[in-house]
């Protein structure tokens, strides 16, 4: 049966794709209500607080990367440029975030509801991961950008390219040590010529948004950028943790 969801992906399995439960800290996995356990928040008692700094807030993944079915959607998304399929994976995300009762902390009030008359901007830019052009070229679109597009419709957030990926590293999935992850990564990315000044200056909260988080050292390198530029809380929002 063809599904509603995509031509490559039956209903059926499309429902085998197990959510993830909670805010995650990408540093040692704890799930937890404030997300990366250091320097504050709630953890368990007798866990060990991360002692690695980190400008995320938090690392929010819908799905994890074991998972056959999303790990083959994934697959095809982004190296086989299906790009139709940036609505279910994008719509795995919007359900992980309902499930978690976080529409509200991330969405604008919408004017259509009776409860929300007055129409609001939301707090929250969609910040996608971006790549090189090189790579964007040999792909045909960023992945990350257009997860981003669909999220943000949703939540009726600003999606801006405030990143430019300045070089051209070695694919983060072919390095497991996560030291050498950080390493290729490091001074990867730059603000955009493209954003005025001022307009930057007015972004305080972001959400950086990308396909797979495995160590979380692409985000955590974007994030470092931002908070340099001084926004204050950014967020990270992968469809998988790998």
């Known amino acids: 049966m063809a599904s509603k969801q995509s031509a490559l992906v039956c209903d059926a399995c499309f429902g085998k794709i197990i959510l993830n439960s909670g805010v995650q800290c990408h540093i040692c996995g704890l799930r937890i209500s404030k997300g990366t356990c250091l320097p504050t928040g709630d953890v368990p008692k007798g866990h060990k607080r991360c002692r690695r700094k980190t400008p995320l807030k938090g690392l929010l993944a819908a799905g994890q990367?074991?998972?056959?079915?999303?790990?083959?959607?994934?697959?095809?998304?982004?190296?086989?440029?299906?790009?139709?399929?940036?609505k279910p994976l994008a719509e795995l995300v919007i359900g992980y975030l309902k499930k978690e009762n976080l529409i509200d902390k991330f969405s604008a009030k919408s004017a259509e509801s009776p409860l929300q008359p007055q129409s609001e901007a939301s707090e929250f830019v969609l910040v996608p991961i971006p790549l090189t052009l090189k790579r964007k070229m040999n792909r045909g679109f960023n992945q990350s950008e257009l997860l981003a597009e669909e999220i943000g419709k949703f939540l009726n957030c600003p999606v801006k390219n405030l990143l430019k990926r300045k070089k051209f590293a070695g694919p983060q999935a072919e390095i497991s040590d996560w030291q050498k992850r950080k390493e290729n990564i490091s001074s990867a990315f730059v603000l955009s010529a493209k954003i005025p000044t001022e307009q930057f200056s007015d972004i305080k909260k972001i959400i950086l948004i990308d396909d797979v988080a495995t160590s979380g050292a692409t985000l955590e390198e974007a994030a470092r950028t931002l908070k340099e530029a001084g926004v204050r809380e950014i967020y990270g929002l992968v469809v998988a943790k790998g």
């Open 65 to 86: 990367y074991k998972n056959p079915i999303l790990k083959e959607m994934i697959h095809q998304f982004k190296y086989q440029s299906v790009e139709s399929l940036k």
